[in-house]
């Protein structure tokens, strides 16, 4: 499975940008699809999570600001992010699970990196 993101970018304060996130296995299988990033000097944390069944759960910091969605007919994962700030700065992953015998399999993407300054 490979998990190609795109959409970083460098943006002012209050900006906005959309990460996509393109998979080569159908989402409408998947179990849970989501959003991380790492920012300099931290651990990788979970921004966005939009599980099978359409709950989506979100960093406490981004709500009201950013929101996960899927296409299944394009098997296309969405960050679309408003009033962006510097403490978004960060690298921004993909990582989808599907459902195995014995659990769930998650996969990651490469990360693109957004920045936020004036």
């Known amino acids: 499975v490979q998990l190609v993101e795109s959409g970083g970018d460098m943006v002012q304060p209050g900006g906005s940008l959309k990460l996509s996130c393109e998979s080569s296995?159908?989402?409408?299988?998947?179990?849970?699809m989501g959003w991380y990033r790492r920012a300099p000097g931290q651990e990788r944390d979970l921004v966005a999570s939009l599980t099978h069944d359409g709950s989506a759960v979100y960093k406490d910091s981004v709500k009201g600001r950013f929101t996960i969605s899927g296409d299944n007919a394009k098997n296309m994962v969405y960050l679309q992010m408003n009033n962006l700030q510097p403490e978004d700065t960060a690298v921004y992953y993909c990582n989808i699970g599907w459902r195995t015998g014995d659990g769930v399999r998650n996969f990651w993407g490469q990360g693109t990196q957004v920045t936020v300054s004036s």
């Open positions: 296995r159908p989402i409408f299988s998947s179990h849970v």
